[in-house]
């Protein structure tokens, strides 16, 4: 039968990897652009600028598909933890379960009850009410993450529980748990993540406008510049929070730091930072290795001759596989940088007052326009399998944390979300490709009224007059 | 083993079974609000057009994914406070489960996709309709996969992944798809007029009828399911809830399918079918308590200790009521019947 033979442990792993990574760039995207429609609606509300109001119904419709897709894939990885890892739930339920109900009653509710009302209640509540539920919807999204990241940091560096005799995690002090070390710097680091995503999607699609020469619709300029701002401040704070959250790693899960950087051996005179090198578990040495010496000992511990351990202070079965770690972690710290760049850029365009004119700048967005999700992906790799070949850092081998599944039946379910993943939620990006090509027109229609532009075929200059008394009634 | 040493370290009953109540409260939320949500498509092939179809999808598009979140909690919660019990029903219940997610994947696509696009306007309804109905039969099959007993060895499942396929699991699972057409049909009946009201009444006797049928079969089968079901249902005391049941459903069957009848009441066919919903998990419990997963692991067996459970509880019993006050407000907020000419997409 298909599937025989197969390692179920494997399987289990690969499915969890692809259901989360595909759900994680939903959030990464919606945590970001719901409180960006918050801030354009409350701009608008503030300023009565149409401008804001015609970014705020342009966004809200890529906001609703792409919330439905991260809540269908969200709801089963609810459901994932059980069916694939029903050893981890079992033993790590007690500690991590009632985390992730606060997940559930906090904040998912509170998205899910307000989302109604943001996404068409506009007429029925009145402007304070839909802006209450915009804000709500965006704090809903931040909270989640919040939950769901103290679990994952708990995984990564666990403390306030005693471990029972039934195997069990037992909680002692629920403050120590959620508070875990390693929950600051990752929590910054991830909503920041977020955040920078979210501005070169939406920087990006502004760019995609201006290069086709619609750089007179202030709605364009207007999301182009927001965006520009954001990363202006966002993408250098986002690689000093990095660095903070490498030290907080380099102190808690050493392992990690060693195998993103390569560091087979021991460096006891300060050690180099590679940047090229092909890692090599079997006979633990990094090959055609390209570096500056003494540099990571400078960056991870401010000191240029500051020893540091290698891998052959790890006994092997405890070691992460270093090529994933090694290179996943190079593609985000090098995402991170061209993002810094490309703001620099936008300073520097905007201080030449060419910020709506510079090609290459436009260019270099578009191009940049989806980095984020891929650096989000990146640097949810490093970290997850950096943890390996353990779920609960020390305590609990991932090979002791599957489900008692029989290999067909994890490899079939694999198939099945890989199918059904790709067919749908290609669909969905195409739908959300297609509404950001549309530019943001004036009187742009929401996605409260039945027929909007993006559903006929075009926009009929009659449509833009009655859309334009649509939109008076709503200032009013 | 130090942690007979720590005070909150002991299972305390009261909190586990309060637990026990707060989920099986969350999952009848669910039943009955997703119930609704699914309905719709399960009756989709009987509207065929488009104009009825947009309608039908706006009577719950600001609300379904509130709906929906109540399977998470159901989810989340058995995880937090019963943690074995969802480690060993969720590997045995794996292909329902797996199906039920992929369902309504394609299902909950559909509210945003099916708007999005003309040309694949059909495949989308066809993902809302097949999804809806995959979704409500693998709930069905995974409560009579639980319902006819769960195999364990120790903390873990020691069944195959076929072990919940059985005339019984298959029987609840239409059951279930009957009764959410009910609940679908009887939600139309006062979020529309005219034409899609009359035929929702027309689906609803159906429907109605169909879960009826089923409920008594369900009923029927369950005290001769090889556990001790039949004991509790036809000894003393259960004996004194067995007579009374069969009377009440029958009264409630028989009022809600007068109310169906056209020109007449608006809401008491939802609620009466809502209350029809009640009462089979008041069935379902007294079959399955003390067991949270019959007929070998009771709900002390598998509850946290007090500090874990403990923590939770406090925050579901403020955090609950205050879901249930602003998911409240929502539904008043887009009250009444749905215009099909001003939807809202």
Known sequence: ?476 | MEGAAISGMEIVPWLAYAWAGLLAFAVYVYVVLDGFDLGLGILYPFYKKKKDRDLLMNTVAPVWDGNETWLVLGGGGLMAAFPLAYAIIMPALYVPIIAMLLALVFRGVAFEYRWRTKRWLKYWDMAFIGGSIVAAFSQGIALGALLQGIAVDGRAYSGGWWDWLSPFSLLCGVAVVAGYGLLGATWLIMKTGDDVQSRARKLGWGFGLATIGFIGAVSLATPFLDIEYYARWFQKPGLFVTIPMPLIIGAISVTMLASLRQNHHEYRPFILSLSLFALCFVGLGISMFPYIIPPHVTILDAATPFRSQIFMFVGACVLIPLILGYTAFAYWVFRGKVDPDEGYH
């Not at chain 1, 009145?126 to 709500?136: E, I």
């Not at chain 1, 994952?152 to 120590?176: C, L, R």
């Not at chain 1, 996943?328 to 940088?337: A, D, H």
Request: proline share 5%.
């Open chain 1, 1 to 476: 039968m298909l599937f025989e033979g197969f390692d179920a442990i494997l399987l289990a792993r690969i499915q969890f990897a692809f259901t989360i990574a595909f759900h994680f760039i939903f959030p990464a995207f919606t945590i970001g652009l719901s409180s960006y429609l918050a801030v354009l609606n409350g701009r608008y509300l503030m300023t009565k600028d149409e401008v804001y109001l015609r970014l705020f119904k342009f966004w809200i419709k890529i906001f609703a598909v792409s919330f439905a897709m991260g809540v269908v894939s969200g709801i089963t990885m609810s459901y994932q933890f059980g069916t694939n890892w029903s050893v981890f739930s079992d033993r790590a339920g007690p500690v991590i379960g009632p985390l992730m109900a606060y997940e559930v009653l906090t904040a998912f509710f509170l998205e899910a009850g307000f989302l109604g009302i943001m996404l068409f209640g506009r007429d029925k509540v009145g402007p304070k009410l839909h802006m209450f539920a915009c804000l709500m919807v965006a704090f809903g999204t931040a909270l989640s993450a919040t939950w769901i990241l103290s679990v994952n940091s708990w995984m990564h560096t666990p403390q306030g529980h005693i471990i029972a005799e039934n195997g069990q995690f037992m909680p002692v002090d629920w403050m120590k748990i959620i508070f875990n070390p390693s929950f600051p710097y990752r929590l910054a680091h991830t909503l920041t993540a977020a955040y920078l995503t979210t501005a070169f999607i939406v920087g990006g699609v502004g760019a995609w406008h201006l290069l086709k020469g619609r750089k007179d619709n202030i709605g364009v300029q207007k999301m182009f510049s927001m965006a520009m701002w954001m990363i202006a401040v966002t993408a250098p704070l986002q690689i000093v929070l990095g660095d903070l959250h490498g030290i907080n790693t380099l102190e808690h899960q050493p392992a990690k730091v060693m195998a993103m950087e390569g560091h087979y051996e021991s460096h006891p005179e300060g050690a180099p930072l590679y940047l090229f090198g092909i890692p090599d578990d079997e006979t633990q040495e990094l090959k055609y290795k390209v570096g500056i010496p003494k540099l990571s000992s400078l960056i991870l511990k401010h000191d240029l001759n500051a020893p540091l351990d290698g891998l052959d202070t790890i006994s092997d079965e405890d070691q992460p596989p270093v090529a994933i770690v090694f290179w996943s972690f190079r593609i985000m710290v090098g995402i991170g940088f061209l993002m810094l760049g490309v703001g620099l850029f936008g300073l520097w365009a905007r201080f030449r007052k060419k910020l709506f004119e510079a090609k290459w700048l436009h260019r270099a967005m578009l191009i940049m326009g989806p980095s984020g999700l891929i650096a989000v992906l990146a640097g949810w790799i490093t970290t997850e399998v950096g943890r390996q070949p353990y779920t609960i850092y020390g305590l609990m081998r991932t090979s002791e944390s599957a489900s008692p599944l029989e290999a067909p039946a994890v490899g079939a379910s694999l198939l099945a979300f890989i199918v059904v993943y790709f067919f749908v939620f290609g669909a969905g990006v195409f739908y959300i490709l297609r509404l950001m090509n549309h530019a943001p027109v004036l009187g742009e229609k929401g996605i409260g009224k039945k027929d909007g532009p993006i559903r006929t075929s075009g926009i009929t200059p009659a449509q833009q007059v009655e859309e334009q008394t649509d939109m008076d009634e709503v200032k009013k």
